[in-house]
Structure formats: structure tokens, C-alpha cells
């Protein structure tokens, strides 16, 4: 487990500007997540944390140390992302244990890890299904998975529950904070959605235009919001 400092982030894609001067600490096993409008640079973030995207300008260190020069799969890291990117020629289980078995772990260790975490999940009994004869609720349940088994320091999730329908989503975000609480590890989330980060989060950071709006408990932002733009978005009713 670990915690991620961002210093002095800045990223541009040629001329335009998408993030500016993100300064954050958040701490070990802390479940933060960033709320903004589309385009705001939430996902541009959670990729330079993964190291799937190189900052313009700034720092990233988790458990602090500096990993700016390190690979996506040295940072101890694990993203989920709202496609669920799973192999669809490969069995539930082959899925959840591809990452280990690239990493040379042996048979039985990724057949230990794989099953634990189908348990922790609630999908032991879809191990030797196929992507296709799941629903989007179980694919989502797998993609997460995926990311347990390789006992990550930290968890990026960009928009989890985007592409569920209302009701599991709201289903889902209660296994998202038991998942939290059951693992302890530090989360960071992404949403647009007022009320996933209002039950989910310990501290939101809100963000517009690629600047930090605001962070705080969510009701504490609910409360007293900095700006109107924070108000409207986390303060009011819609
Ligand atoms: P969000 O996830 O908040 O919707 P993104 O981080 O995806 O926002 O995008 C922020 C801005 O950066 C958008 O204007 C988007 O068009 C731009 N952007 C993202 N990725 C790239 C890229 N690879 N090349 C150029 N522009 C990009
Ligand atoms: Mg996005």
C-alpha cells in the first residue's frame, strides 16, 4: 500500500493546454475521487499516475518515492477502465490471471490468487465462462478482478460504472466501498456522477478546466462550496 503525492503536474498535447499546476496528497489507503465535467483532464490524470501518459511538467511519487521514469507495471499500480478491456477468447479465470502469469508466477500461486479474489467478488461460479455470456455487471466484476489479483498499491478506476444501467450501478457502488474496506488499499476514482462520489469518497477533488476547483470531505464541499462552479456541481441539488 502507498500513498500518491502529485507535484506541479502540467500536461499539454501540442498547443492545448489540459492540466495546470495539480498539486495533491492523498494519503495510504485514502479512497479519493475526482469529479469534474467531460474534457476536464480526469482521465488525462489517471493515466499520468499510471504512467500511461507522460507529464508535461511535475511529479509523481507513490509511497514516496519518485516514479516518473518508471513503467506502468513497476509502479505497483492498477487501472480499471470503463470498457473492461477483457480477452474474449479467454475463460474468466484466464482473464483474472493474465497479468501474474506474464510475470512468470507459478501455476498454483495464480490459481491461489484468482480464486481468492472471485471470492472477494462474488464470482466463483463464472471462472470458466467466456466475456461474452456475462453480464455487464459480472464483465465489470471480472475487470476488477483482474486488478485484485495483482495486489496492487493503489487502484485507478476511470468511470467504473459509466456504462451500467441505474440500478447495478448503485448496486456496484456499494461493492466499490466494501472493496475499500475489505482490501484498505488506496483508490482513486473517477466519475461525473455527484452521487457515486458523494457515497464513495473519504475526499473529492474537483476539477475544471484542468485545475484543481476544489478538495475536501464530501460534505464538507457539499457545505461550503469554494466557487459557484463547486456549488453546482457538488452543492446543490440538480
Ligand atoms: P475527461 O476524462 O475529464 O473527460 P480527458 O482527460 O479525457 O478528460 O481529456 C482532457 C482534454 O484533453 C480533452 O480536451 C481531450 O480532448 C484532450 N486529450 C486527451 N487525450 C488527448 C490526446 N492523446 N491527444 C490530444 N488531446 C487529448
Ligand atoms: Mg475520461
Known amino acids: 500500500m ?5 507535484q506541479g503536474i502540467d500536461k499539454a498535447f501540442s498547443e ?8 495533491l496528497d492523498i494519503a495510504d489507503g485514502e479512497f479519493v475521487v475526482f469529479v469534474g465535467p467531460s474534457g476536464c483532464g480526469k482521465s488525462t490524470l489517471l493515466r499520468i ?7 508535461t511538467a511535475g511529479d509523481v511519487l507513490i509511497g ?11 509502479r505497483g499500480i492498477a487501472m480499471v477502465f470503463q470498457s473492461y478491456a477483457l480477452y474474449p477468447q479467454m475463460s474468466v479465470a ?9 510475470a512468470g508466477v507459478a501455476k498454483a500461486e495464480i490459481a491461489h490468487a484468482v480464486a481468492a479474489a472471485a471470492e472477494t467478488l462474488g464470482i466463483t461460479q463464472l471462472l470458466d465462462r ?4 456475462l453480464s455487464g ?13 495483482r495486489q496492487p498499491r493503489v487502484f485507478l478506476f476511470d468511470e467504473p460504472l459509466s456504462n451500467l444501467d441505474a440500478s447495478l450501478r448503485v448496486r456496484m457502488r456499494y461493492e466499490f466501498a466494501h472493496l475499500h474496506k475489505v482490501l484498505g488499499t488506496t483508490m482513486i476514482y473517477v466519475t461525473h456522477d ?25 460534505m464538507h464541499l457539499y457545505e461550503h462550496p469554494a466557487t459557484a462552479f463547486v456549488g453546482g456541481f457538488i452543492g446543490s441539488p440538480r
Do not use: Y
Open 2 to 6: 502507498a500513498g500518491v503525492r502529485l
Open 16 to 23: 492545448t493546454r489540459v492540466l495546470s499546476g495539480i498539486d
Open 49 to 55: 499516475i499510471a504512467g500511461l501518459e507522460e507529464p
Open 64 to 74: 514516496g518515492e519518485r516514479v516518473n521514469h518508471l513503467s506502468p507495471a513497476d
Open 94 to 102: 484466464e482473464n483474472m490471471g493474465f497479468a501474474l502469469k506474464l
Open 130 to 133: 467466456k466475456p461474452r455470456a
Open 137 to 149: 455487471g459480472q464483465r465489470q466484476r471480472v475487470a476488477i478482478g483482474r486488478a485484485i489479483v
Open 194 to 218: 455527484q452521487i457515486e462520489a458523494m457515497t464513495l469518497a473519504d475526499r473529492i477533488v474537483v476539477l475544471n478546466g484542468g485545475r484543481i476547483e476544489q478538495v475536501g470531505a464530501p
